[in-house]
């Protein structure tokens, strides 16, 4: 840990951004070669003023940097830095890395990453949609990046893990304050996986500017960023945003036209973004990146195809009526010529072969796409 002892005194001097960190890696090398150096020689870097020269060469190390590294080693936890062979190329050429990564898990083998980012809230379509994309990118050692928020993100996560893929989720918080607290669980399985990495101290709290500062990590480590389900205000537009700047691809899967949910999705097309459809479409755009494209395996199955296949008529009338989309019951009993106590125990039915699923508010919808 002594070796990594620089890094966090450079980082913790007031005045050094992360912009202005890398300018000084870039141009001595490693945090220890900066705290040796002469005034004059600080001085020549953009940005570094006499009294900044003077603060950094005057730096002293308070003890809550080192108890900090102790913390970080008890627990199991990795910090890599940004001239670590094992720091994401790709977010190393971003204007403002971060100078250091604290690590759960490992980031071996996360070369191919693309992001998926999306509603906190989404729908039962956002979510299955969202797990198998992931999932069908994995097969092609594509590792899923998102933020390990509820919604989207955690579909991603998922899908990933449950396409038996590495996943990566970036943090807005420090490891001693998992946000939210019900994805404790998935640090864990993401850790065992794959890696869950933060820029942020151990006991930073989940504070809301924390979360567009590690959206540029989410984007910036990946090939692309693909946006499922969200709305005009958004803080996923943010991380679209920043991969364009960044100059990566930016995708979005397509919504329905009278939800919501999906009206910034459908800007983001309207601007040029690529809509998928599939794991072929995001694969597609990336040969700049990829050194070809991965034919897509030959078509199986569908189970969901086959068990609708199976469904009594009065179960699969009412299935084709249902949607992604949740609709409340008593919109679903006048589209059907259904009594609502036929109704409800049709619904039960479906409910309990996993087809349809019961929202809060006596809402139900589908619970996978119809393809």
């Known amino acids: 840990m002594d070796n990594l002892l620089p890094w966090f005194c450079l980082k913790n001097v007031p005045g050094i951004g992360n912009h202005l960190f890398k300018r000084l890696i870039d141009r001595f090398g490693s945090p220890y070669r900066v705290f040796q150096i002469t005034t004059q020689e600080l001085l020549a870097v953009e940005g570094i003023s006499n009294r900044l020269a003077a603060a950094i060469l005057n730096y002293k190390a308070p003890q809550?940097?080192?108890?900090?590294?102790?913390?970080?080693?008890?627990k199991g936890y990795t910090v890599i830095t940004l001239t670590d062979t094992s720091y994401p190329l790709l977010l190393r050429e971003i204007p403002d890395p971060p100078p250091l990564l604290y690590?759960?898990?490992?980031?071996?083998?996360?070369?191919?990453?693309?992001?998926?980012?999306?509603?906190?809230?989404?729908?039962a379509y956002g979510i299955s949609a969202t797990q198998k994309l992931c999932a069908d990118l994995t097969a092609f050692d594509i590792t899923i990046v998102s933020g390990m928020a509820l919604g989207i993100d955690t579909a991603a996560h998922q899908g990933a893990l449950a396409g038996k893929g590495k996943t990566v989720a970036v943090l807005g918080s420090g490891f001693n304050k998992i946000y939210p607290a019900e994805n404790r669980g998935l640090f864990s399985r993401i850790s065992e996986e794959g890696a869950v990495i933060s820029e942020f101290a151990l006991d930073t709290e989940p504070e809301a500017h924390n979360f567009p500062i590690r959206n540029r990590i989410i984007s910036g480590m990946s090939m692309g960023t693909i946006v499922v389900e969200a709305s005009r205000k958004s803080g996923s537009l943010i991380t679209a945003r920043l991969a364009a700047e960044q100059n990566r691809e930016v995708f979005a899967v397509p919504g329905s036209i009278h939800s919501f949910k999906s009206t910034g999705t459908h800007t983001l097309i309207k601007q040029g973004a690529?809509?998928?459809?599939?794991?072929?479409d995001v694969l597609e755009e990336l040969t700049v990146f990829l050194e070809e494209v991965p034919m897509p395996a030959e078509t199986t199955a569908n189970p969901?195809?086959?068990?609708?296949?199976l469904l009594p008529p009065e179960e699969l009338a009412l299935y084709e009526i249902l949607s992604p989309y949740p609709e409340h019951i008593d919109t679903i009993v006048r589209k059907t010529n259904f009594e609502p106590g036929k109704l409800l125990s049709l619904l039960l039915q479906l409910e309990l072969?996993?087809?349809v699923q019961q929202l809060p508010g006596k809402l139900f919808a589908i619970s996978e796409p119809k393809f």
Not at 274 to 280: F, G, I, Y
Not at 304 to 309: K, P, V
Request: aromatic share 0%; glycine share 8%; no cysteine.
């Open 103 to 123: 690590v759960s898990g490992n980031l071996a083998g996360a070369k191919k990453n693309i992001a998926v980012v999306g509603s906190r809230n989404a729908t």
């Open 274 to 280: 690529k809509l998928v459809e599939n794991a072929q």
């Open 304 to 309: 969901t195809a086959e068990r609708i296949a």
């Open 64 to 74: 809550r940097i080192r108890t900090e590294l102790d913390q970080v080693h008890q």
């Open 353 to 355: 072969k996993g087809m």
